[in-house]
């Protein structure tokens, strides 16, 4: 009851913003809508009566009813234009319209985004220290242009103070690195507290990634206030936040949110997009595309993955628009140039050296890594999740974020590896190492005659000094810590992605395998695995390629990607040379994770959180018919409907109120239960409410009348409410003993609601999209219950 | 309220596209130079800000610690690139981060501190729109009428900003009680 309380208030002032009630043309309005008879409504182009067509906030959209509108309104401009120049003009500008929203989509993310990247950089940077130069300047852009930078130490300047300098003003010994430990630990609390405060005060809808919930909203599902203007300013200052608090999380995931926050903003400028949510869902389909588009550079990959992992619906022409708007979003983040050398991504490589059949093997390896990771990874995440939702735990979230930002922190400082941001991560870890590099990865041991190294300063074939190995056991920390506070990260009431981490998971277990292939390849070149192709000096392993293919496995066994993330790897690469070791680790990590379990990290989130979201993927396998799924069952009491004349407004009501249904189907008697049609209980209540406000004579005892004709009454009676107009003249039915595998594939490819079940031509039942998805939970062995939507 | 959100992001975007075009510093272009440890000379790095057909071996590293005849061998090995940044967005980018953030701090100190001060002091003279009264009316929108009339007697401009705050803070407090206490939304 109290959600329904809730649904209806929102619906009120939603209705009240939007000016609905006008007081001038009621009367007009509703005596055109009373006089026409087909079931369309009045004049496409104008609305009928308002809130009539629109949705209650957690209810699934009439896929159907909206693209039928679409079509009628089309067909309405396209008649109309002939008629004069305005209206060719205006139809003009309806088709183009769909291309300029793509364009102002494209430039508003790409904006959003660079500066998302720019404040990001800067306050991570904060954490270490100030720029003396201007405060604005992160770390690398204040060593810019001083040449007090040594080739061993390529961060150190006299500008850049480190807060130990500027506090104590010592820069080395045990009080600076505590100091420095200290000022560290206080910056990553005070981010994440003012990240999760705000996200508490000001739109609680920000935290987690947002994929899970938007990919049930393109399915259809209408959560209201997701995708508004307050979230959307909120994810973007808390997503800088959050990521720059030290805590394990991406902002991949956030920034697809972002990105459809705009687009749902920009959709309200024009008609066409504003009214219909189908069309709006195109939109919200192509913007998806534009967030892993700006967060990975890759617009071909982030239009796969919009068609492959977040799309329900998506035609061939949102194809082409989501490419051109992914772009624009490209080339705008590209000329705002946030990382100083005309890159999108951090990590793009840029190194093309051969890779041989022979290192299938290891690349199958990491694959299998990355697989069974994934399947953990999901398992322990939607445990802690449930044990969030469920226990005394859920009840602190502002407590939850500090102590595991506090907990990061501390863990994280002393392990270079892990005190550095996820993507700097990476793209040292995807580095090629070169004679060029100092770091303590590259920390090979010098030959003993320095002329005879390669023109291109490649580093080829030597033995691992003591850098490198104590970089190899520091990552091999880095990979235990990352791989367990990730999973207690993801999920936190701040905005959180799950990208970044996995593929650093990911690229610290490539590496390690690299690293080690190298070394053995150094200590036996001539045992029977390297003769042939792997001679002294020559250049036969890069660990940055296996760092490369691990982050893809680990990344494809935890979201079950896979078209999409080789597409997105090899547009960061710029190469073709790696599609196979790619292909062949992603398809190897989601064969071993799909032996654990069939579902990705959005759709076990999407389970948790109990939406209505039917699988598209998945097949249906019982032999059940659809009378044993329909309602109502044996021992329930009748079907609720409306006969299509005899039943007085107050009946109505009584019925309405006296039930929760969101629909009722409308027969021509209570004898013959012939079905006539369908109508919606908002539809209903709101008609009701205006007839009885502006109507004359409508009062309680009047007859509802859905026919065309009105019946002949006694000429003392009221007026009869004539709602014809309403009502849903074509509503699908299944016979009771069509099999189910059928029905739930009818209702996946129209994006039904509701479906009517008949026997021998009389109604019987009604079957819902929620008996579907309570039935095949039933079936999997599953809690029923847990389906909390309607 | 929306079209001025829209307008504030589009200048937000132009301002940024533009400041590319506009006169560039001369502190934001260089030419970086990694040389590699060559004989008995250690690795350096050399930075100047020259312009693109400028940026090689020749003219950045500077002084040449390698004789004549090594210069070639010695630069071939040095690898040149030539960067460019804006110093003019960054600033502005991180400028106007900051102070939006403070101004939702400041807002949200104002709402749960100040405003309850506030209201205690003017009570009685403003009408508020009590949320918790209106509990489930058999007619749905019988409400609607009575806020409609009530704003249009008095339609200026405060009461209005204050009856979307009201609205607004209402929804806030029900996706709040759905993510964080019902853990219904978004576990």
């Known amino acids: 009851m109290h959600w329904e309380f809730w649904t209806k208030k929102l619906d009120e002032e939603d209705l009240i913003e939007n000016g609905v009630y006008e007081e001038s043309n009621g009367t007009s309005r509703t005596a055109g809508m009373n006089g026409n008879g087909p079931s369309r409504l009045v004049d496409p182009l104008e609305d009928p009566l308002p809130g009539v067509g629109t949705y209650e906030d957690f209810n699934t959209i009439d896929w159907v009813r909206e693209k039928s509108k679409d079509r009628d309104r089309h067909r309405e401009i396209t008649n109309k234009s002939r008629q004069s120049t305005v209206a060719l003009l205006h139809s003009i500008s309806d088709a183009f319209s769909g291309w300029l929203l793509m364009l102002l989509v494209g430039l508003m993310s790409g904006a959003l985004a660079g500066g998302i990247d720019i404040s990001a950089h800067w306050m991570t940077d904060v954490k270490g220290g100030l720029c003396l130069r201007g405060f604005w300047f992160n770390h690398e852009h204040c060593c810019w242009l001083s040449n007090e930078t040594t080739f061993q130490e390529r961060d150190r300047c006299p500008q850049w103070q480190s807060w130990a300098e500027l506090i104590t003003g010592k820069s080395e010994g045990p009080l600076a690195y505590i100091m420095n430990y200290l000022m560290y630990i206080f910056w990553a609390l005070m981010f994440s507290f003012l990240a999760v405060i705000l996200v508490r005060a000001f739109a609680p809808y920000a935290c987690g990634s947002g994929i899970p919930e938007i990919k049930t909203i393109l399915s259809g599902f209408i959560i209201r206030g997701y995708l508004g203007k307050w979230t959307l300013i909120i994810k973007t200052i808390t997503l800088v936040l959050a990521v720059s608090s030290g805590l394990s999380l991406g902002k991949e995931g956030p920034l697809v949110h972002v990105a459809c926050c705009c687009a749902n903003i920009l959709c309200h400028l024009f008609t066409k997009y504003r009214k219909n949510e189908a069309k709006r869902r195109e939109v919200l389909s192509a913007a998806a595309a534009v967030g892993v588009s700006v967060a990975f550079g890759a617009p071909i990959g982030g239009v796969l993955f919009s068609l492959e992992e977040v799309s329900y619906y998506f035609p061939l022409k949102t194809l082409w628009r989501s490419f051109f708007a992914a772009l624009v979003a490209a080339f705008t983040l590209r000329s705002i140039n946030p990382f100083g050398n005309s890159r999108l991504v951090l990590f793009y490589v840029e190194f093309h050296t051969p890779w041989h059949l022979v290192e299938l093997a290891p690349f199958i390896l990491l694959g299998i890594f990355g697989g069974l990771w994934g399947a953990l990874f999901i398992k322990a995440n939607i445990a802690w999740c449930r044990l969030r ?236 018919l659809a009378v044993d799924v329909m309602r109502p069952r044996r021992m329930d009491p009748a079907l609720a409907v409306l006969t299509q004349e005899g039943m007085t407004v107050g009946e109505v009501e009584s019925l309405v109120e006296s039930t929760h249904f969101s629909g009722f189907p409308v027969v021509v008697s209570s004898e013959s239960q012939r079905l006539v049609g369908f109508v919606l209980r908002r539809d209903l209540l709101i008609s009701i409410d205006n007839a009885r406000k502006r109507q004359d004579g409508i009062v309680s005892a009047s007859q509802v009348v859905f026919t065309e004709h009105t019946p002949l009454l006694p000429p003392d009676a009221p007026p009869p409410l004539r709602l014809r107009c309403i009502m849903d003249l074509s509503p699908f039915t299944v016979t009771d003993h069509t099999p189910m595998d059928i029905t739930v594939d009818i209702f996946r490819k129209l994006g039904l609601r509701q479906c009517l079940v008949t026997h021998n031509g009389r109604l019987l039942g009604i079957i819902t999209k929620k008996d579907i998805l309570k039935h095949m939970a039933q079936m999997a062995n599953r809690d029923p219950d847990s389906i909390l939507f309607n | 309220m929306k079209w001025v959100f829209f307008l504030e992001a589009l200048l937000l975007a132009c301002f940024v596209l533009l400041s590319q075009v506009t006169a560039k510093n001369s502190e934001d272009i260089r030419c970086k130079c990694i040389c590699p440890p060559y004989r008995e000379v250690e690795g350096q790095i050399y930075k100047q800000n020259v312009s693109l057909k400028d940026c090689n071996c020749l003219h950045v590293v500077d002084p040449m610690p390698v004789d004549g005849k090594d210069v070639e061998a010695y630069c071939l090995r040095c690898e040149c690139k030539y960067e460019e940044r804006s110093s003019g967005t960054i600033k502005f980018t991180i400028i106007m981060y900051l102070s939006i953030l403070g101004l939702l701090l400041l807002y949200m100190v104002y709402l749960t501190l100040l405003e309850p001060m506030l209201k205690r002091r003017l009570f009685g003279h403003s009408q508020l729109i009590q949320s918790d009264d209106d509990v489930g009316d058999q007619q749905p929108f019988a409400n609607a009428h009575n806020v409609l009339s009530r704003s249009h007697s008095r339609s200026n401009v405060l009461n209005k900003v204050e009856h979307a705050q009201q609205r607004w803070r209402r929804q806030v407090q029900e996706q709040r009680k759905s993510v964080f206490d019902r853990h219904v939304v978004l576990s």
């Open chain 1, 389 to 624: 939702k469920t226990t005394c735990l859920g009840h602190y979230p502002v407590i939850e974020v500090l102590v595991v930002a506090a907990l990061t922190a501390l863990l994280a400082y002393p392990n270079s590896y892990t005190r550095m941001s996820g993507s700097e991560l990476i793209s040292e870890l995807f580095n090629d190492c070169s004679l060029l590099d100092s770091s303590q990865l590259c920390g090979y041991k010098q030959p003993a005659n320095t002329s005879d190294t390669g023109v291109d300063n490649s580093l080829a074939d030597r033995p691992a000094g003591p850098g490198l190995y104590t970089a190899l056991w520091q990552l091999a920390l880095a990979l235990v810590f990352k791989m367990m506070i990730t999973v207690i990260t993801f999920g936190m009431k701040v905005p959180s992605g799950l990208f970044i981490p996995s593929m650093a998971v990911g690229a610290i277990a490539g590496r390690l395998l690299g690293v080690g292939m190298e070394q053995l390849a150094y200590y036996n070149h001539d045992s029977v695995i390297f003769k042939g192709w792997c001679s002294q000096g020559a250049d036969c392993i890069t660990p940055g390629l296996y760092a490369m293919v691990g982050a893809a496995a680990c990344l494809g066994g935890v979201t079950r990607m896979t078209v999409s993330l080789v597409v997105i790897m090899f547009e960061l690469t710029g190469g073709l040379e790696y599609i196979v070791p790619l292909m062949a680790a992603t398809m190897t990590s989601k064969w071993v994770a799909d032996a654990f379990g069939r579902e990705g990290i959005y759709e076990a989130h999407i389970r948790l959180n109990g939406y209505p979201f039917l699988e598209p993927k998945e097949e249906f396998e019982h032999s059940s």
